[in-house]
């Protein structure tokens, strides 16, 4: 089955807050969605929340915060979706392709706009995403601040990019856009499983050999994450690994 588009693509973005640590900035965060017509949000690992400082600084966003998900792991709060974003202050090892916001905001409603799942993902008020969050991002997004103070307070970042989606939602766009994948794209869920599926094929088919296999998966996330494979050209992906991680087993038992 085709994606189909969305009539109303606001409803597919998300806003992700990873390892947020105080409770404030959620709140800030929530204040700063509602204003820009958002109203989903996402809470990976919070220090505190629910949180009565949360409550305060939402400033009558309460519909945000009271259906905010809270989740143990990122790929749980990025759960459905197909095209994510990761918002980062500082240029990461990852390599991915950088963004202004506005660059960023298209894409994101592009993808909304074909019917896909949108997260904005940001990280902790200190170190911002780690780089094994990034690697789950499609794209990152740096806010082009001065180079001797780039410290952006969180829940500031977040209406930044809530602004630039609503302008880009205001904009002279087409209501639809084609879609550009005949089968549902496989979201960050399915994704996740299949790269633990690849890294555990790796080690038994003994493909390191001394080599870094940190570096190695996070050359293939980004490959993957740019072919972005549908559900169908996954499980053919599974197959493949299931039938090397059998014949590796045969081989070692042959071995034996």
């Not at 202004?100 to 019917?115: D, M, N, S």
């Not at 690697?135 to 990019?161: E, G, K, T």
């Not at 790269?195 to 080599?211: E, M, N, P, S, V």
Request: charged share 25%; net charge negative; proline share 6%.
């Amino acid at each position: 089955m085709p994606m189909t588009p969305a009539a109303d693509p606001v409803s597919l973005f998300r806003f992700v807050l990873v390892r947020t640590s105080h409770p404030g900035n959620i709140g800030s965060a929530a204040r700063a969605i509602r204003t820009m017509g958002f109203t989903r949000m996402e809470l990976v690992s919070p220090h505190r929340f629910p949180d009565r400082e949360a409550d305060a600084l939402a400033a009558g966003a309460d519909d945000v915060l009271s259906t905010a998900g809270v989740h143990a792991e990122l790929v749980d709060g990025l759960a459905g979706c197909t095209f994510v974003v990761g918002l980062s202050a500082r240029r990461r090892g990852i390599n991915l392709p950088e963004l202004t916001p506005r660059e960023g905001a298209a894409q994101a409603l592009a993808a909304a706009r074909r019917g896909e799942q949108v997260a904005l993902v940001f990280g902790n008020e200190r170190t911002g995403l780690e780089n094994d969050e990034l690697a789950r991002c499609h794209a990152m997004v740096r806010i082009p601040s001065v180079d001797d103070f780039s410290s952006l307070n969180l829940s500031q970042a977040v209406q930044v990019m809530a602004y630039e989606q609503r302008l880009a939602l205001l904009g002279d766009a087409p209501l639809q856009a084609p879609p550009e994948h005949d089968r549902p794209l496989a979201d960050a869920a399915q994704m996740e499983r299949f790269y633990q599926h690849l890294a555990d094929t790796l080690d038994d088919i003994d493909f390191h050999k001394g080599r870094s296999p940190e570096t190695i998966m996070l050359r293939l996330r980004k490959l993957f994450q740019r072919a972005q494979p549908d559900e169908r050209e996954l499980r053919v992906l599974h197959g493949i690994l299931a039938d090397a991680q059998r014949m590796a087993q045969l081989a070692n038992q042959r071995e034996g």
